[in-house]
Nanobody, 124 residues
Framework: QAQLAESGGGLVETGGSLTLSCTAS????????MSWFRQAAGKERELVAH???????NYADSVKGRFTISRDNARNTLYLQMNSLKPEDTGVYYC?????????WGQGTQVTVWGQGTQVTVSS
């Protein structure tokens, strides 16, 4: 069976950028709808973006204008460019391929966005 492998996750500061990659083995990439999902701790998995082929892409409202999904069919690789990251983008990011009635999921890659903090002043 075809397999997917994600990479590129990590720890990044608020406002920073990361690029995730998902490489497919097996001859599925060209015929698949490729997608990125994410799952935050204690929450359900949610769709981030679809690549439907032929230039068609869909994004969750929460990432529009900040994230870009792209695919390199020659390299069997799906990308997710993430800019202006926010703490609420933290989670495990999964790649999914759909072809026909078959779904294939990757193992996930962790993205953690830490906040810039806030200044607290104590005076007497």
């Amino acid at each position: 069976q075809a397999q997917l492998a994600e990479s590129g996750g990590g720890l990044v500061e608020t406002g920073g950028s990361l690029t995730l990659s998902c490489t497919a083995s097996g001859r599925i990439f060209d015929v698949s709808i490729m997608s990125w999902f994410r799952q935050a701790a204690g929450k359900e998995r949610e769709l981030v973006a679809h690549s439907l082929g032929v230039g068609r892409k869909n994004y969750a409202d929460s990432v529009k204008g900040r994230f870009t999904i792209s695919r390199d069919n020659a390299r069997n690789t799906l990308y997710l460019q993430m800019n202006s990251l926010k703490p609420e983008d933290t989670g495990v990011y999964y790649c999914r391929a759909m072809y026909g009635k078959t779904e294939v999921w990757g193992q996930g890659t962790q993205v953690t966005v830490w906040g810039q903090g806030t200044q607290v002043t104590v005076s007497s």
